[in-house]
């Protein structure tokens, strides 16, 4: 037995092996591997550009996604645009800006018929004696002298008196019947004696004047206080006044005088 | 082996030995000479984008790895099936490789892998030769020449064939790739002292199976050249 180096094969045993075995690779077989070898060097440069549009494409998207919302956000603070919509989908500000122009008394002169009504007529005034006994309630209760002279109307009659009373449960009485009950000569010293607090029930005489954006907000305070017949004929008046006012969709966004 | 210095030396070549010509001369020499880049350059060129050195080094090995795998498997379809995997690892493997072996050790180590990979696939390829080529008489010898070829050829090839798989795949490693031991323990993935054992097995094995008159043929086959 021959002894094997680590380089060392045995000759013989090699040499028969090489004489017997001659074969060669057939010749499709050598066209295929060389094709693909020529095919894969093309490949793979197509491989290697592909291989980065996966992550070219992200990060694409990820610039492109940052740039938009960087550039909204330039372009709605430059107008003053809220960032996001209303929630009915109109941005209403622009029309209450409008509207507060249209409506602004500076510039404009009332028609007569829309005055302001501060006082009542004496005919609805209580008398001395029943502002002095603080019955409220019959106060603003339509005397029946005068009743006669009201529309037949038994609707509005109600409606009237209830919200006559409404307002006489608010304020306090001395200070109303003070002021509705006085001549004219003594109500500048009735209101001077019985002038309501400064936390009083809200009343909308002051926003009348101011603008009929304040004198809604003052019919929404109304409301929220539970006066809705008050507020109604607020209302009614106000749309009586001014005739082309559109409420805006909430109180915060009425723009404040 | 740094790719440079693998590109740098195999260019050099024998152009380097030649201390009468003046430099401008040599390196002019040495352009009109056709210089055997080593198998790895070749490969490195061709992963640079060269088809032409994958061709070269492909032609340098395509007999050898395909008689390895046709032993291995003893069946063409599935030696050629093999072969054609094996190359194309080479293929798309080659941005990936790197001259810290013999380009041969790295060649036949893929091969040896795909067997296994093969062998674990579906044994019935290796059962036994669907198509023996060796049962095929030689063009070039008479008809009794032919006969005794053919049945020296049968019977170290049986030989062959019986063997077990690990030592027959390392008697081929030594015999196609002209790998040493410690070559083919490297390629197998086994120590240096089983891959001796292994092949000394092997080529007792055959030594013992030879007869006589395989042993004249051998003599007289000597000067054969291989195609």
């Given at each position: 037995m021959?002894?094997?180096?680590?380089?060392?094969?045995?000759?013989?045993?090699?040499?028969?092996?090489?004489?017997?075995?001659?074969?060669?690779?057939?010749?499709?077989?050598?066209?295929r591997?060389?094709?693909?070898?020529?095919?894969g060097?093309?490949?793979?440069?197509?491989?290697?550009?592909?291989?980065?549009?996966?992550?070219?494409?992200?990060?694409?998207?990820?610039v492109?996604?940052?740039?938009?919302?960087?550039?909204?956000?330039?372009?709605?603070?430059?107008?003053g645009?809220?960032?996001?919509?209303?929630?009915?989908?109109?941005?209403?500000?622009?029309?209450?800006?409008?509207?507060?122009?249209?409506?602004?008394?500076s510039?404009?002169?009332?028609?007569?018929?829309?005055?302001?009504?501060?006082?009542?007529p004496?005919?609805?005034?209580?008398?001395?004696?029943?502002?002095?006994?603080?019955?409220?309630?019959?106060?603003?209760?339509?005397?029946?002298s005068?009743?006669?002279?009201?529309?037949?109307?038994?609707?509005?009659?109600e409606?009237?008196?209830?919200?006559?009373?409404q307002?006489?449960?608010?304020?306090?009485a001395?200070?109303?019947?003070?002021?509705?009950?006085?001549p004219?000569?003594?109500?500048?010293?009735?209101?001077?004696?019985?002038?309501?607090?400064?936390?009083a029930?809200?009343?909308?005489?002051?926003?009348?004047?101011?603008?009929?954006?304040?004198?809604?907000?003052?019919?929404?305070?109304?409301?929220?206080?539970?006066?809705?017949?008050?507020?109604?004929?607020?209302?009614?008046?106000?749309?009586?006044?001014?005739?082309?006012?559109?409420?805006?969709?909430?109180?915060?966004?009425?723009?404040?005088? | 082996?740094?790719?440079?210095?693998?590109?740098?030396?195999?260019?050099?070549?024998?152009?380097?030995?030649?201390?009468?010509?003046?430099?401008?001369?040599?390196?002019?020499?040495?352009?009109?000479?056709?210089?055997?880049?080593e198998?790895?350059a070749?490969?490195?060129?061709?992963?640079?984008?060269?088809?032409?050195?994958?061709e070269?080094?492909?032609?340098?090995?395509?007999?050898?790895?395909?008689?390895?795998?046709?032993?291995?498997?003893?069946?063409r379809?599935?030696?050629a099936?093999?072969?054609?995997?094996?190359?194309?690892?080479?293929?798309?493997?080659?941005?990936?490789?790197?001259?810290?072996?013999?380009?041969?050790?790295?060649?036949?180590?893929?091969?040896?892998?795909?067997?296994?990979?093969?062998l674990?696939?579906?044994?019935?390829?290796?059962?036994g030769?669907?198509?023996?080529?060796?049962l095929?008489?030689?063009?070039?010898?008479?008809?009794?020449?032919?006969?005794?070829?053919?049945?020296?050829?049968q019977?170290?090839?049986?030989?062959?064939?019986?063997?077990?798989?690990?030592?027959?795949?390392?008697?081929?490693?030594s015999?196609?790739?002209?790998?040493?031991?410690?070559?083919?323990?490297?390629?197998?993935?086994?120590?240096?002292?089983t891959?001796?054992?292994?092949?000394?097995?092997?080529v007792n094995?055959l030594?013992?199976?030879?007869?006589?008159?395989?042993?004249?043929?051998?003599?007289?086959?000597q000067?054969?050249?291989?195609?």
């Amino acid at each position: 037995m021959n002894k094997l180096t680590d380089n060392e094969r045995d000759e013989s045993v090699g040499k028969a092996y090489r004489a017997f075995s001659t074969e060669t690779v057939p010749d499709d077989v050598n066209r295929r591997v060389l094709r693909e070898a020529a095919s894969g060097e093309q490949a793979g440069f197509w491989q290697r550009f592909y291989s980065w549009r996966r992550p070219l494409a992200f990060a694409a998207t990820l610039v492109l996604g940052i740039s938009l919302v960087y550039d909204m956000q330039i372009v709605l603070r430059d107008t003053g645009a809220p960032l996001l919509p209303a929630v009915d989908g109109a941005n209403r500000e622009d029309e209450l800006l409008e509207n507060e122009a249209r409506y602004d008394d500076s510039t404009r002169t009332l028609p007569a018929e829309a005055a302001p009504v501060t006082q009542a007529p004496a005919r609805f005034r209580a008398s001395p004696d029943q502002a002095a006994s603080g019955n409220t309630a019959s106060k603003f209760s339509v005397p029946s002298s005068v009743e006669a002279d009201l529309p037949q109307d038994t609707e509005q009659r109600e409606e009237r008196s209830r919200s006559h009373e409404q307002l006489g449960k608010r304020q306090s009485a001395p200070a109303v019947s003070a002021e509705r009950a006085a001549p004219t000569a003594d109500a500048a010293e009735a209101r001077t004696m019985y002038a309501p607090p400064q936390q009083a029930q809200p009343d909308c005489s002051d926003a009348r004047d101011e603008s009929p954006y304040a004198w809604w907000r003052c019919i929404q305070v109304l409301r929220s206080a539970g006066h809705a017949a008050l507020a109604d004929d607020e209302w009614q008046q106000l749309l009586k006044r001014y005739p082309d006012f559109r409420a805006p969709p909430s109180p915060d966004q009425a723009p404040r005088c | 082996m740094t790719r440079s210095a693998a590109l740098s030396v195999s260019v050099c070549g024998s152009t380097c030995d030649k201390p009468s010509l003046s430099p401008p001369a040599a390196l002019a020499y040495a352009r009109t000479m056709v210089v055997p880049l080593e198998d790895s350059a070749l490969m490195l060129r061709y992963a640079e984008g060269d088809v032409a050195a994958f061709e070269t080094l492909y032609r340098r090995h395509n007999d050898s790895l395909y008689r390895y795998l046709l032993r291995l498997t003893n069946n063409r379809d599935a030696a050629a099936d093999l072969f054609q995997e094996v190359w194309s690892k080479i293929i798309k493997s080659r941005d990936r490789y790197r001259p810290t072996a013999k380009f041969n050790t790295y060649l036949f180590r893929v091969a040896h892998n795909a067997f296994i990979d093969h062998l674990r696939r579906n044994k019935r390829y290796c059962d036994g030769p669907a198509d023996d080529p060796d049962l095929r008489a030689s063009e070039v010898d008479g008809p009794d020449q032919q006969t005794e070829r053919l049945i020296a050829r049968q019977r170290f090839m049986q030989a062959l064939a019986l063997l077990p798989d690990e030592q027959r795949d390392t008697f081929l490693l030594s015999e196609e790739a002209g790998l040493t031991v410690e070559q083919i323990a490297t390629a197998t993935g086994v120590p240096k002292e089983t891959a001796k054992s292994r092949l000394r097995y092997a080529v007792n094995k055959l030594r013992e199976t030879m007869s006589a008159e395989l042993a004249q043929d051998n003599d007289a086959l000597q000067s054969t050249q291989r195609p």
